[in-house]
């Protein structure tokens, strides 16, 4: 007897289900079964991979859910027949998961009449409604509620479904449901329920089910299953289970048959755009295009410039996506009307028509790009345009498409929350029963970010030693490795919008955000992608934001904002700041790395920078691009190509093979490839799975070279050097885009370094390091700090008196509306003038005086003494005032190190002094030599430094090494912390302050430290 398993969930019936998608299709294949159905609770999260498993393995997937009615009426499994039953699947998911609280879903059941077309509905598992009914004694009622059911759906698209698991109860209630099937002359359907694969996975299950719950499982009880029956069974295990039933098999391969439901592939139509009467949407973007070219291209290179965008525009005519650049365009138009500072980045920056859109900053001919490498005929993917937007403003340009579009044509992607190592060792260790206070620990001494390396986890080890070695531990460590990328819940995309001409409810299910006024789409962005739908970032960028404030505080003390986008990029004090390492605060180079790179890279133009930016990226660090390339721009190496062909390629980066645009130049100019070939060849070098295609394309490439007069061993050499770098490269264009922050940053700071850093700070976190850092930069340049004052701060960062005052959001605990009050109220003539008109919370009331804000009032260890007088005279009543006693403590007042310890805990900044005076007197005692002294003492030299330790890097790329910075009143260094010394100093590499002694290392100006010892201070 064949069968076909119609109701089976993945691990995005969350927190529920064990399997992957690509898991549950394996399985059906091994068992034969032409079809499978993937039914998770009230979602199709994973409907795209399993349709691409499905297609792949050559089955046929069936699309359904089992859908949660409200007032607890049970569920409902669904099972789309046709498009319409799919586009009415994602209707009902939709209306049962709105208005309800996040992961939850509940239907009313009055609306399924409107939707209930090309759609199978099977009765549902032991939570059916009509099992409940039974369950509940109540047969009379499941009659009435199947003949309902059968009504509304359809009496051949209504099947009685029955599930055997061996649990008490099975086969009286299979039975009373095929007589209830028999009265209303209904067909049946066997299902398995399937959760897991193996009855081995029942534990896993079972801890799932805890953590959803939010129960240990000595606790869980009923919530549990009662065995570890429900697996994916083979047809015969079924058809000697329901031997009783055989039509409840047979008609497994009926449904399966009738459905037809075929998953909706994009690219979608898009919302269209007002045009001019008369005009297309191809006709209003090249004139858009053309009427920028007369303003943004010199006269004499216009030729060039036009024969570009005519090639353009006819390839993105080709694809239909005319309308697609001009929603992007109008959105741009829209926030730039708004001043919102915002510009394109990554592989759409190779495209002139974005940039004659003004959507890019990079003119793509002049920076040597790649148009293919964004969009190209042979590119078999859509087109993907990045937009960031100053963070503080973003929700102003989504909230435009939300409008202009409407809710119903708008949504956000969605983003699955997956588990990492501490979140499955605390999900895992709850249901397991561990303390929570242990597990605070072990989550707290954990270092990797993947669970599924927990059981081998040096630092669990180091904490916890040979208590790990218990059946416990181990029962822990195992469970939570196997939970290692499990999606866990959802979240939202962090600026992928979709946009649709229909209801998106059509296509995908749509589910409320926890965000106000937001709604997501239950397709990631790789789901997305795997469909061909095109999404539109609208990213936030927090630095974007600061340099905004940055001109606006320049406006205030000039008259007029920096005119940025007049800005010509050749500035040579701008490059000598960066040459001499004066980088903190300066986009995309401020990182250690970067840091310890600018003093043997010594960038002297845009150029540099974009590849200065390219060279710090996973990639090119792999592929040990950085090296070669420095030896060969210091001199040190020849800069030798395999062939003169290349130099055109690759002359800019010293024939290193870098950016991923470099790929398509060399295919062509070597192999004579078109770039649309070259793009699709960069593809298959980056795909992990691609030996095949790979294969083909090495044939392709060195036939094409042989045609162009190159020999087949270099053509041969050539394709190695792509295979050994280019899958590892980076895109030019998005380097370039980021370029032109960067040197707006870096000209800001250089220039306006007062303003800078206070836009800076009116916008953290942000950047590699935490504001105390920032701050202690900015003191070493001559940018002066005003502290957190009750009576002249703002929310915000301000400028006066040529300095920074820190504003009042540096408070800990104190919200925008305990700010408001504040801001109202003033001015205070006292602490008990305060308390008296606010009626401030006494924590954020102490956060002030330890702040300083206060110290107008007084010392503010008095301070602290009266405060519980000031709280006592103000709950008086206003008309009985009572006399007092004049009684004042007499109290030693705050020492400077108690101050600024008082001040740093209250607001993460010292304006008075760095934080590393805390520990002086250790410092001293350990003779420590001040960082900045560093430069001038010999190579290898022993030294010992300390200080506070502001960033702790471990990169799964480094084999076990550990990056400190550690930084000082004198300025910042590198700390290499070599596997065997963090092993036994890991405690140190985690303390606030730190002594290192080590070697001191100099190499081309950079200076580290390998340390020997790192011992917490």
């Not at 998770?40 to 409907?47: F, I, K, V």
């Not at 350990?926 to 471990?954: E, F, K, M, W």
């Not at 799964?956 to 065997?980: H, R, W, Y």
């Not at 100093?985 to 200076?1007: E, M, N």
């Amino acid at each position: 007897m064949s069968y076909v398993e119609l109701h089976a969930h993945s691990y995005y019936s969350l927190l529920d289900g064990v399997p992957t998608p690509e898991a549950l299709v394996a399985q059906a294949v091994q068992y034969q079964m032409p079809a499978l159905a993937l039914t998770d609770h009230d979602a199709l999260y994973g409907a795209p991979r399993f349709w691409r498993a499905a297609q792949a393995a050559g089955i046929k997937p069936i699309f359904g859910c089992e859908l949660t009615l409200a007032g607890a009426a049970g569920h409902l499994t669904l099972l789309a027949e046709t498009q319409a039953g799919y586009a009415n699947l994602c209707q009902l998911i939709t209306l049962a998961r709105n208005a309800q609280t996040k992961g939850s879903a509940a239907l009313p059941r009055a609306v399924l009449a409107a939707h209930s077309a090309g759609l199978i509905a099977l009765s549902g598992c032991r939570g059916g409604v009509l099992a409940q009914a039974l369950r509940q004694r109540q047969p009379e009622h499941a009659l009435q509620l199947a003949a309902r059911l059968a009504q509304l759906f359809g009496r051949n698209n209504f099947f009685i479904e029955l599930q055997r698991h061996h649990e008490r109860g099975d086969r009286a209630r299979n039975c009373a449901l095929q007589t209830l099937a028999s009265r209303l002359q209904l067909p049946l359907v066997a299902t398995g329920n399937v959760h897991y694969l193996e009855s081995t996975d029942a534990p896993l299950h079972d801890v799932l089910t805890c953590i959803r719950s939010r129960v240990a499982l000595e606790h869980a009880g009923s919530l549990l299953r009662t065995n570890a029956e429900y697996r994916f069974r083979t047809p015969q295990e079924m058809a000697a289970l329901f031997a009783e039933w055989p039509a409840a098999l047979a008609n497994t391969l009926v449904i399966a048959a009738r459905c037809q439901a075929q998953l909706p592939h994009g690219p979608q139509q898009l919302p269209k755009i007002e045009l001019p009467p008369g005009v297309n949407a191809a006709e209003y973007l090249t004139a858009l295009c053309q009427a920028a070219l007369q303003t943004r291209v010199a006269a004499a290179a216009a030729p060039a410039y036009r024969e570009t965008l005519a090639r353009e525009l006819e390839i993105i005519s080709e694809q239909q996506l005319a309308n697609y650049f001009l929603v992007v365009w109008d959105l741009v138009r829209f926030a730039r009307q708004r001043g919102i500072l915002c510009q394109g980045r990554g592989s759409a920056a190779n495209s002139l028509t974005a940039y004659l859109l003004g959507i890019t900053p990079v003119d793509p001919l002049a920076a040597g790009l790649v148009f293919e490498r964004f969009l190209s005929r042979e590119r078999i993917t859509q087109p993907d345009i990045d937009i960031d937007f100053a963070a503080d403003r973003r929700e102003e340009a989504i909230q435009y498409l939300y409008q202009k579009y409407g809710p119903a044509h708008t949504a956000m992607a969605c983003t699955m929350i997956t588990f990492r190592a501490r979140s499955a060792l605390r999900d895992a260790g709850l249901a397991l029963g561990f303390a929570p206070a242990l597990l605070d620990r072990a989550c707290a001494a954990v270092d990797d970010y993947s669970a599924g390396r927990l059981p081998d986890s040096s630092s669990l080890r180091a904490a916890f030693g040979a208590q790990l070695d218990t059946p416990r531990w181990q029962q822990l460590l195992q469970m939570a490795a196997r939970l290692a990328g499990f999606p866990r819940h959802l979240g939202l995309h962090n600026g992928g919008m979709i946009l649709c001409a229909q209801p998106l409810t059509q296509h995908i299910p749509v589910e409320p955000a926890s965000m106000e006024a937001r709604s997501a789409v239950q397709w990631d962005k790789d789901a997305l992608e795997m469909a061909d739908w095109i999404k539109l970032d609208v990213l936030g960028l927090r630095m974007l934001s600061a340099i905004d404030s940055a001109c606006h505080f320049v406006s205030q003390h000039t008259g007029s904002p920096p005119d940025l986008s007049a800005l010509s990029f050749d500035d040579a004090g701008v490059y000598a700041m960066l040459c001499r390492g004066e980088t903190i605060g300066v986009f995309q180079v401020e990182s250690r790395a970067q840091a310890a790179l600018i003093p043997k890279f010594q960038p002297r133009s845009f150029a540099d920078l974009t590849v200065q930016i390219a060279l710090i990226r996973p990639g090119p660090v792999q592929a040990n691009m950085v090296h070669p390339y420095l030896r060969r721009r210091s001199g040190r190496e020849p800069v030798v190509h395999l062939h003169p062909s290349l130099a055109a390629a690759l002359g800019e980066t010293l024939g290193v093979i870098l950016f991923q645009e470099q790929v398509l130049k060399v295919a062509r100019d070597l192999a004579g490839f078109s770039a649309g070939e070259g793009e699709l060849l960069r593809r298959a070098l980056s795909h992990k799975h691609a030996s095949a295609q790979l294969e083909t394309f090495r044939q392709r490439f060195i036939a094409g070279a042989q045609q162009r007069a190159v020999n087949a061993d270099t053509a041969q050499a050539v394709f190695e050097q792509l295979k050994a770098f280019g899958g590892y490269s980076f895109s030019k264009a998005h380097a370039a885009a980021f370029a032109v922050i960067t040197y707006w940053s870096a000209w800001l700071r250089h220039h306006h370094p007062l303003q800078y850093f206070a836009g800076l700070l009116c916008h953290q976190p942000m950047g590699f390091y935490a504001p105390h850092v920032v701050v202690s930069d900015a003191r070493r340049i001559g940018v002066r700090f005003l502290p957190v004052h009750i009576q002249h701060s703002q929310a915000a960062v301000t400028v006066e008196q040529n300095a920074i005052r820190l504003g009042l959001g540096y408070v800990d605990g104190l919200g925008a509306a305990h700010i408001e009050l504040l801001e109202r109220a003033r001015p205070f003539h006292s602490l008990l003038d305060l308390v008296q008109r606010t009626r401030l919370p006494r924590p954020q009331l102490e956060a002030l005086i330890l702040a300083g804000a206060l110290d107008c009032f007084g010392e503010r260890r008095a301070l602290l003494w009266e405060m519980a007088g000031a709280y006592r005279t103000a709950q008086r009543p206003p008309a009985l005032p009572l006399p007092t006693a004049d009684e004042h403590a007499q109290l030693h007042p705050l020492q400077p190190a108690e101050r600024l310890a008082a001040e740093y805990a209250a607001t993460g900044i010292t304006v008075a002094a760095h934080l590393s005076s805390l520990r002086r007197a250790a410092f001293a005692a350990a003779g420590t030599r001040q960082i900045a002294s560093l430069r001038t003492l010999r190579n290898g030299q022993p030294v010992t430094v300390g200080g506070v330790i502001v960033t702790v890097q471990r990169p799964p790329t480094a084999k076990g090494m550990c990056f400190l910075a550690l930084e000082d009143s004198s300025g910042l260094v590198n700390i290499v912390v070599p596997p065997q010394v963090y092993a036994q100093y890991r405690s140190g590499c985690r303390a606030p302050f730190a002594l290192v002694c080590g070697r001191l290392q100099l190499d081309g100006g950079a200076v580290h430290v390998v340390a020997q010892r790192v011992e917490p201070v």
